[in-house]
């Protein structure tokens, strides 16, 4: 079985600033990774995906996360954050790279961009 | 290229009531499943279907059920509705080589009353 914890319902950082999400999974076997981006009322949008092809991954709209094994940790990064990535985001793990076992999705975080 | 449609996106039922909703994948993706999100639960996985057939099924009861049509459309009904039911309920789809991230519809929001 597959779970996934993220640290902070809430993180606050400044226009500018470094923006860091946290997320540990727990998988049984090796996993595959990702993160997902929810803006209000919408669904949910693919920011990047690691399935063991390099343990840093590049994503869309400047985000990376870099896949640690020794830590069971994702961690979500952009150097600087615009108003714009205000927005719910949810790390996700799956056994089978998102097939018949689906997604284990974590609690989420919200991201707060202070001006 | 479209992305994933669901229909409809809001939906107020009232107890009791069932309710199917439905959800037309991206051309060529033929692996559909569905998500509950709510905000004591969170984002749930529900079903997930290939080429017509099930393949796995989340922690739900009977009551939630789905299918998949030959064109990969699929829909899932809810019977009896509960007030609990009332979510967002999430259908994504993938191609079944390649890209293992799944691409989300924008969801269909049900209330129950």
């Known amino acids: 079985a597959q779970s996934v914890t993220q640290l902070g319902s809430h993180v606050s950082v400044s226009e500018g600033a470094l923006v860091l999400l946290r997320c540990n999974y727990s998988?049984?076997?090796?996993?595959?990774l990702f993160w997902y981006v929810q803006y209000p009322n919408q669904g949910l949008q693919l920011l990047l995906k690691y399935t063991s092809a390099a343990t840093l991954v590049k994503g869309i709209n400047g985000f990376e996360a870099e896949f640690k094994k020794s830590e069971t940790s994702f961690h979500l990064t952009k150097p600087s954050a615009h108003m714009s990535d205000a927005a719910e985001y949810f790390c996700a793990v799956s056994a089978s790279g998102g097939g018949a076992d689906g997604l284990t999705f974590g609690k989420g975080t919200h991201l707060i961009i202070q001006p | 290229k479209a992305g994933v449609t669901q229909t409809p996106r809001y939906l107020i039922k009232t107890r009791g009531q069932q309710v199917t909703l439905s959800c037309s994948p991206i051309?060529?993706?033929?692996?559909v499943s569905w998500y509950q999100q709510t905000p004591g639960q969170g984002l749930q996985f529900l079903f997930e279907?290939?080429?017509?057939?099930?393949?796995n099924k989340g922690n739900f009861p009977g009551r939630f059920s789905g299918r998949q049509f030959s064109n990969s459309r699929s829909e899932m009904n809810v019977s009896t509705l509960e007030l609990g039911d009332s979510a967002l309920y999430l259908c994504?789809?993938?191609?079944?080589?390649?890209?293992?991230?799944?691409?989300f519809g924008s969801g269909t929001r049900l209330t129950v009353v």
């Open positions: 279907y290939f080429s017509e057939t099930q393949r």
């Open positions: 998988s049984s076997v090796p996993p595959y």
């Open positions: 051309s060529g993706h033929r692996s």
């Open positions: 994504a789809s993938r191609p079944t080589t390649g890209s293992y991230g799944y691409t």
